[in-house]
C-alpha cells in the first residue's frame, strides 16, 4: 500500500471511518483512528479495534488537537469527521464547526510540520439540487446546512490545494451501506425487515440513490490518497457506482433475493427536506485517475448485509 505513515483516521468511530481503519489495520501497524469518544463507540467495540491504537479527540478543541498531531506526526490522513448528515444532527452551529472550522484548524497545524497526502470526506450532498449524475465541476446547489458546510469544504481543499499547493483533495461520497452503518438508516432498515420476511416503509417510488457499498468506498479512499500527484491538488472526487436504483428497483431486488412475500407500500415514509428525485453520481473522473471502479453490485452487497447482520 502506497501510503507514507504514520496514517490518521479522523471520525474512526463512524461508519465509513471504522471500515476504513479495520482495512488499513490489516496491511499495516502505523494506523491511528481518532474518536470523540472511542470508549462509547459500539462500532468500534463491534469491529473489535485494541485501544492501542485509537485516540481520544474533539477536533473542535484546537489545543487538543495541536497536542496530538506534535505526538503522532502523521503523514497520510483521512478525515471523515463529520456531524449533520443524519437528520437527528440538527444543531447548525456544530455542523458548520464540525466540518469546516475544525478542517481549517486541522490543515493549519499540519502544513506547519509537513505531510504527504490529506483526503477530506464531502458528501453527494453537496451538489443539492444539482444531483442528477453531475460531474465535479457542475454547479453545487446544497440545500440542507450539511450540504453548505461540505460545500465549504471543497473550496477549502480547492484552496489548499491549488493556491497553497498542499498534497489536498476532496471525495463526495455518496449513498455508502455496509456493515456498521447507522440502524436507522435504509439499508439497515431494509435488512432487519428481510430478516422477517418483510419490506420497511419506502418513500416515493422514484426516488434514486447510488448506491456504494463501503468494501468499495475504502478502496476508493486509498486509492486516491496513494495515487495524489500535484496536479490533482485541490481536486474533488465522485465515490459513486454511477448506477441511478429507484425504491422501486430496490425493493424488487430485496424480494427476490430474500423471498419476500409482501408487496411494498411507496409513499408511506415521509421524504427527508433535502431530498432529491434523481439522485446519482458519475465517477468517470476517479475512474479515470485511479483506476478505481466499483467491485460489488447491490445483489452482492446486500446479501453481505444480510449475512452480517446475521452475526452481530
Not at 79 to 87: D, I, K, P, V
Not at 273 to 281: E, I, L, N, Q, S
Request: aromatic content about 10%; glycine content about 6%.
Amino acid at each position: 500500500m502506497k501510503l507514507r505513515g504514520p496514517i490518521a483516521v479522523f471520525g474512526a468511530g463512524g461508519f465509513v471511518g471504522v471500515n476504513l481503519l479495520q482495512t488499513l489495520r490489516e496491511q499495516r501497524s502505523d494506523v491511528i483512528g481518532y474518536s470523540q469518544a472511542p470508549a462509547r463507540s459500539w462500532r468500534l467495540r463491534q469491529a473489535k479495534i485494541p485501544t492501542t491504537c485509537l485516540e481520544k479527540i474533539d477536533l473542535l478543541q484546537p489545543a487538543q488537537l495541536a497536542r496530538t498531531l506534535a505526538r503522532h506526526r502523521p503523514q497520510t490522513v483521512f478525515n471523515l469527521a463529520a456531524y449533520g448528515a443524519y437528520a437527528k444532527q440538527k444543531d447548525i452551529a456544530k455542523i458548520h464547526a464540525t466540518n469546516f472550522l475544525s478542517t481549517v484548524n486541522c490543515l493549519e497545524l499540519l502544513k506547519r510540520r509537513g505531510f504527504a497526502a490529506y483526503l477530506h470526506a464531502g458528501s453527494q450532498s453537496e451538489y443539492g439540487l444539482n444531483a442528477a449524475g453531475p460531474r465535479e465541476d457542475a454547479e453545487l446547489v446544497p440545500n440542507s446546512h450539511y450540504a453548505v458546510s461540505k460545500t465549504a469544504a471543497y473550496y477549502l481543499m480547492k484552496y489548499y490545494g491549488k493556491v497553497e499547493r498542499l498534497p489536498v483533495a476532496h471525495v463526495r461520497l455518496y449513498s455508502v451501506y455496509g456493515p456498521w452503518e447507522e440502524p436507522d438508516r435504509l439499508i439497515p432498515t431494509l435488512i432487519r425487515a428481510a430478516k422477517q420476511k418483510k419490506l420497511p416503509q419506502f418513500v416515493a417510488a422514484d426516488i434514486s440513490r447510488d448506491f456504494v457499498y463501503v468494501d468499495d468506498a475504502v478502496a476508493a479512499l486509498i486509492a486516491v490518497a496513494a495515487t495524489l500527484q500535484r496536479k490533482n491538488y485541490g481536486e474533488a472526487f465522485n465515490i459513486a457506482t454511477g448506477t441511478k436504483t429507484t425504491m422501486r428497483e430496490l425493493a424488487a431486488l430485496t424480494k427476490e433475493l430474500f423471498s419476500i412475500p409482501q408487496r411494498p407500500a411507496f409513499g408511506t415514509m415521509r421524504n427527508r427536506g433535502w431530498d432529491v428525485r434523481d439522485w446519482y453520481g458519475n465517477p468517470a473522473k476517479l475512474q479515470r485517475t485511479t483506476g478505481w471502479k466499483a467491485a460489488t453490485t447491490l445483489a452482492q452487497g446486500l446479501k453481505r448485509c444480510y449475512d452480517h447482520a446475521g452475526r452481530a
